[in-house]
């Protein structure tokens, strides 16, 4: 029973007490303001109404306090006390009907399941390249969402929705709860992602899977193994064995864009599966097969957290600011695609390129020669201001995106209008460098293609970003918000720009994909050390 309607139940049982010990003198004071206190039962039971809605489980709360407001009519003592008893029962009868129905604030995910699904079968932009089988989509997660709401299951909701949109490969779509959002989403994570058993897993670049995060004085660490030990069975299968449990369990919690980053990412599902023990084979310091078993010490999310954050680690930086890492190199930070309220609402970016080319003009000037453009993690924002920001490097006229529909009669899209940029070529004759990550997505996005197109750029990562492009529409739900691709963007061509198809491979790839070997599991977990920037410095000075 939630707390709002406990309150509700509480106040009118302890108002109707009190009136039931008082309404022998308030006969006496029939005319004076007293009696009004057998209104408030009434007046509680209608805000509650209002502000909480309306709940059939609670009608006898409702209707008890209607029936206590008889007092304030009514002088008699003996019809006060027999409508307060009728009040009192009712009341007090609410609260194990509550908790017995499975009615109780049941709530409508199976509608917002039919809305949000009707409404992305109707706009979602994206239908026919990524060729959607919707009656089969439908099939398949109705009966998901129907047992989320016969058990009431808010988390199980969100896993549904998760999965759902996952189907999609597309970094625009998803699915965010109402309320606490937060508590929420740790609470999807701590069901999907299994135990903890004192250390995580990573798949290398080299297929192999080794342990990271290793607990000091935890039974892993007292068995021998370390950050970078070799894992070859857990739980007595070989990691490969578990891929497909690890991709429901990645598809259920968290968001994959395309299969490149979803291959990346689902190896570190493998730590948290298992019972209340694992066995757990790896190669020892003296280069032999060893097994231990592993107690579970709690929910393996927290792990995964640490993980993913040291995956995806930068140094933080304000927002376009300009930063020298060596006598040859300086950074600039973008986290997001947004500036100021004034160039979004003018879509007039020069203020941007103002304050950028004011604090690069004076590193070139000085003879440094590499500009490292950091797009990781960035999720995104105004396209206009991606824009701008290329087009302070860029030489010349580009062709910059397109707005693009689908004709049903030919099968083909269409150009409906064409947006180009001229450069300034503020970098000439020097190295450009794009970071970016599986966090950078959408504007982030437009900004890596348009870069990667031009001479001496070249993008580094340790996956691939998001690769998501098009327009974005939400539909809001009585449990959440649905978000998806709504509106068509297209390239020169008139075919789709960026977002994967659907294969679900990535279109949109980095150049230098950093290489997740053993010294950089190292670097990441045991070091702490921003290892793609490192990298990425070591490229500069090879290519020197």
Not at 16 to 45: D, G, H, Q
Not at 119 to 133: A, I, P, T, W
Not at 202 to 207: A, D, I, K, P, V
Request: aromatic share 10%; hydrophobic share 40%; with cysteine.
């Amino acid at each position: 029973m939630l707390i709002k309607d406990w309150i509700l139940c509480l106040i009118c049982v302890a108002v109707m007490v009190f009136l039931v010990c008082s309404c022998e003198w308030t006969v006496a004071k029939y005319s004076n303001k007293w009696r009004i206190l057998f209104l408030i039962p009434a007046i509680t039971c209608t805000l509650h109404f209002i502000l909480s809605g309306g709940e059939a489980c609670l009608l006898g709360a409702y209707i008890g306090g209607f029936v206590a407001g008889m007092g304030f009519f009514f002088v008699n003592p003996s019809v006060r006390k027999k409508s307060l008893a009728v009040a009192l029962i009712l009341c007090c009868l609410t609260v194990p009907v509550c908790y017995c129905s499975n009615g109780y604030r049941k709530p409508n995910y199976v509608a917002d399941f039919e809305q949000g699904f009707a409404s992305m079968k109707e706009h979602y932009s994206l239908s026919e390249y990524k060729e959607v089988d919707w009656a089969g989509l439908y099939e398949e997660y109705l009966p998901q969402f129907q047992q989320a709401e016969q058990e009431h299951d808010e988390v199980a909701n969100c896993i549904a929705w998760n999965a759902f949109c996952n189907e999609f490969y597309d970094a625009h779509t998803g699915y965010i709860p109402n309320g606490n959002v937060e508590a929420v989403t740790q609470a999807v994570c701590k069901r999907v992602m299994g135990n903890d058993y004192g250390l995580a897993t990573m798949r290398l670049t080299s297929g192999k899977y080794v342990a990271v995060l290793v607990e000091e004085n935890s039974p892993a660490y007292e068995a021998g193994i370390r950050t970078g030990t070799v894992i070859t069975k857990w739980d007595g299968n070989v990691p490969e064995e578990w891929q497909e449990v690890c991709a429901q369990r990645m598809g259920q919690c968290m968001t994959y864009e395309n299969r490149e980053n979803q291959r990346f990412y689902e190896s570190c599902f493998l730590g948290g599966i298992g019972g209340e023990q694992v066995t757990v084979a790896f190669i020892n310091e003296k280069g032999k097969e060893e097994t231990v078993i592993l107690d579970a010490c709690g929910t393996y999310y927290e792990r995964f957290e640490t993980m993913v954050e040291l995956l995806t680690y930068k140094e933080p930086k304000a927002n376009l600011s300009v930063t020298q890492i060596n006598e040859d190199t300086v950074l600039l930070n973008v986290n997001l695609m947004q500036f100021d309220s004034e160039a979004m609402n003018s879509s007039d970016y020069s203020s941007v390129q103002t304050a950028i080319r004011e604090q690069l003009i004076p590193y070139r000037e000085q003879g440094v020669t590499n500009l490292i453009i950091d797009l990781r993690s960035n999720g995104g924002g105004s396209s206009k201001m991606a824009q701008a920001i290329v087009s302070l490097v860029a030489d010349g006229e580009h062709f910059w995106a397109a707005d693009g529909a689908y004709q049903e009669e030919t099968g083909e899209y269409e150009i409906l209008n064409s947006y180009t940029y001229t450069g300034e070529n503020l970098w000439q004759g020097g190295e450009i460098v794009v970071l970016v990550n599986s966090g950078s997505n959408s504007a982030a996005n437009h900004c890596m293609s348009a870069l990667q197109q031009l001479k001496h750029v070249t993008v580094i990562g340790l996956t691939e970003p998001a690769g998501a492009a098009q327009g974005v529409v939400g539909e809001p739900l009585e449990s959440g918000q649905l978000s998806f691709s709504g509106t068509l963007v297209l390239n020169e061509t008139g075919d789709i720009w960026i977002d994967s198809d659907a294969t679900g491979e990535p279109r949109l790839i980095v150049d230098e994909r950093v290489p997740l070997d053993e010294r950089a599991v190292e670097a990441i977990f045991e070091n702490k050390e921003d290892y793609v920037l490192n990298y990425t410095l070591e490229y500069l000075e090879q290519i020197k």
